[in-house]
């Protein structure tokens, strides 16, 4: 999400790590950059990380959590003519996922009397372990529970757009549906998100409407994959802005159609990806070994059962985990990087799978070439994290 609102990748805006995932106080935020083309600027937000507290309300001139103060369809049906630029994220279909009666026609075939009222986040954090893959049954009863949650996100944003439509704005408005991430259910051993970056993570809907007004068509095709980052740039330029140049190119300019993807502090690694065309590549770099209780001594913590004073409680390794990332350059890591090739299938919601053997070493090699190129283009030479915190604070002011 933080990609999303800045238009920078993930070490370049450093809202990378859980539980320090606020957004930079010098970061260009969407509406900040709509704030100085002279918009009006109003955000329905939920979730416990796109918060206020968390820099996700800089740039707004309201900012209400969505369904508590005020109903971001009741905004919409009520817009007059006039430069808004509103965002309302909705946290469907992301856990917990809720049975809803109402819904239950929409899994088809599926039988329902067996589906549970709720899974919890807590219930998907339990059962992910790549080690122990679920049992058949419980992967048909969960991804019966998503495909209800994915209805119920779709029922919401058909609302959405109907109280657009209801405002007579809807040829003037440029409409926007993405997702930040996407969800595993058992395709790698894991379910939810966060532990990886497989293709059911990283690919996700993108729709654009694009206004009456606007004369410009977008230069990329509509069968290619894109990154997210490029909707920063993208709306600004629609709204007549000029992004700088650090800013992922927008959907009006034809880029390179490779895709870099970044996710940080994953229990010692971090991880990185390179999606071209239907080839991606996989790198894992290790800043420190991976704790073997990690995953039970998180689980601990979420199920409010952890003792803060064992040598090996979530809090202590996360410490000694952090003292390791901190002193890492990050893509280069503590030596050299695994490299996996892999394939996705044709169409969307496709498979992916491992691309083994002698042939596959050259395009291993061509492709990390160009990630480790994608992932410093803004970058003079690579730092660890420490060290671009002492250079970001000798630019401060003086006190």
């Known amino acids: 999400m933080a990609s999303l609102l800045t238009g920078l990748s993930p070490w370049q805006h450093h809202a990378v790590v859980d539980g320090n995932a606020r957004l930079a106080d010098d970061l260009i935020t969407l509406p900040k950059a709509f704030k100085a083309l002279g918009y009006r600027t109003t955000a329905f937000s939920s979730g416990r990380w796109y918060t206020a507290e968390n820099g996700y309300g800089r740039g707004f001139d309201s900012f209400d959590i969505q369904g508590r103060t005020r109903d971001a369809s009741e905004h919409l049906a009520a817009l007059e003519e006039g430069r808004e630029l509103v965002w309302v994220h909705l946290p469907e279909p992301a856990a917990p996922y809720v049975r809803r009666e109402w819904l239950l026609p929409r899994l088809g075939g599926t039988p329902a009397n067996d589906l549970p009222p709720l899974v919890e986040t807590l219930d998907l954090e339990t059962w992910s372990n790549p080690a122990v893959p679920p049992a058949p049954a419980l992967l048909r009863r969960l991804r ?234 803004f970058l003079t030479r690579q730092l660890t994290p420490e060290e671009e915190d002492r250079v970001w604070l000798d630019q401060l002011p003086g006190q």
Request: hydrophobic share 40%.
């Open 144 to 377: 019966a529970m998503y495909r209800l949650n994915v209805a119920w996100a779709d029922d919401r944003v058909g609302r959405l757009l109907a109280a657009l439509a209801q405002s007579g704005e809807w040829d003037r408005a440029l409409v926007v549906v993405t997702s930040a991430f996407g969800e595993e259910l058992g395709e790698h051993g894991l379910l939810g998100h966060g532990g990886d970056l497989e293709r059911e993570s990283l690919e996700v809907p993108l729709i654009v409407k694009l206004p009456t007004w606007c004369r410009r068509p977008l230069a990329q095709p509509r069968r290619d994959r894109v990154a997210l980052t490029r909707l920063w740039a993208t709306l600004v330029e629609a709204g007549g802005g000029q992004p700088p140049p650090a800013m992922a190119p927008s959907l009006f300019r034809r880029a390179p159609g490779a895709v870099l993807s970044e996710l940080y502090f994953v229990n010692g690694s971090n991880l990185f990806s390179l999606v071209d065309g239907d080839e991606q590549l996989l790198w894992r770099s290790r800043f420190a070994p991976p704790e073997p209780r990690f995953r039970q001594a998180r689980l601990e913590v979420l199920e409010g059962t952890a003792d803060p004073k064992r040598p090996d409680s979530f809090g202590a390794i996360a410490s000694r985990l952090y003292d390791a990332f901190a002193a890492t350059p990050p893509l280069q890591g503590d030596g050299p990087p695994a490299l996996a090739l892999a394939h996705w299938d044709a169409g969307p919601g496709g498979g992916s799978r491992r691309v083994a053997g002698p042939r596959a070493d050259p395009r291993e090699a061509a492709m990390a070439r160009r990630l480790a190129a994608r992932w410093g283009e």
